[in-house]
């Protein structure tokens, strides 16, 4: 049976790939699914021994991983926000641009005080709203998904949240509507164009093309949830989105001509425009 320490190299040498730019990083990472803890404590655990059962499935993960699989789907779950979340086949993976859009749901429920219905458009595996409604106990989520595969995986992690502030809903975030009136409305649609659809990588492509691009400008999405969020806000609600890099000025415009004030924007980890939000 080989040690933690030779286990780690093996893996290593596996992820060698042009899909992984961190190998040594998420060689860590799947070890840590055999060996618990965190990647940084793994030197710790050089001296233990894996068995050959968990060596091999180690060792198939990374294969899969350096053929372009994304890691997330191999490992199952994945963090966001500090929480974790069923992932895999059919579901858009949570990623750490998107806390923006979370903290932005996250400050203005607190801000807000007293009992806070939430609107989670296009929530896939529900990352946003279930961690909004984690970290403020006066948030009611209802949380909109359409494709039955992520549906499935939302059900999953509310489950997993225990939250039962929490509520799925089958339905198309294009035209959902609810004689119910909310206090956020948060969305993060696809928003990749055609065209750069056709450019991303394999890793990116292998998540549901319906949570990446709507087949055409972008925008579609922002427009028809812009629309009907007139509808669905109270008076002082928020409505914000995640958006790409070069969507600012669209979307804000949007937001504008729909009556919309305060219209905001905060930056991701490299600086650039991930959320734009603005007051009904």
Aim: with cysteine.
């Amino acid at each position: 049976m080989p040690d933690v320490r030779t286990a780690y190299g093996r893996i290593r040498e596996l992820l060698d790939s042009p899909y992984v730019e961190a190998p040594e990083f998420e060689a860590k990472l799947i070890l840590c699914g055999f060996t618990g803890g965190e990647p940084a404590e793994l030197p710790l655990k050089y001296a233990l021994t894996l068995s050959e059962n968990d060596f091999a499935e180690a060792c198939a993960i990374a294969e899969k991983r350096a053929a372009g699989e994304p890691l997330q789907y191999l490992l199952g779950q994945w963090e966001f926000m500090s929480l974790p979340f069923f992932v895999g086949r059919g579901v858009f993976i949570p990623s750490p641009d998107t806390e923006h859009l979370a903290q932005a749901g996250i400050d203005f429920a607190k801000s807000a005080g007293g009992r806070v219905r939430l609107l989670d458009l296009c929530a896939g595996s529900g990352c946003v709203g279930i961690s909004v409604a984690h970290y403020c106990g006066n948030v009611y989520a209802d949380l909109v998904e359409l494709y039955p595969d992520a549906f499935g995986y939302l059900e999953r992690n509310i489950g997993l949240s225990g939250n039962d502030r929490c509520n799925a809903v089958f339905a198309n975030a294009l035209t959902f509507t609810s004689e119910d009136k909310y206090d956020i409305i948060l969305s993060n649609p696809p928003y990749v164009t055609a065209e750069e659809y056709a450019k991303l990588p394999p890793d990116v492509t292998a998540q549901p093309e319906t949570a990446l691009t709507d087949g055409g400008d972008g925008l579609k999405y922002y427009r028809a949830i812009t629309k009907n969020a007139v509808g669905l806000l109270k008076k002082g609600g928020m409505l914000a989105f995640e958006i790409g890099f070069k969507q600012y000025e669209p979307v804000s415009e949007l937001l504008a001509d729909a009556g919309f004030r305060h219209i905001h924007c905060r930056r991701d980890y490299a600086g650039l425009r991930r959320v734009v939000s603005g007051i009904r």
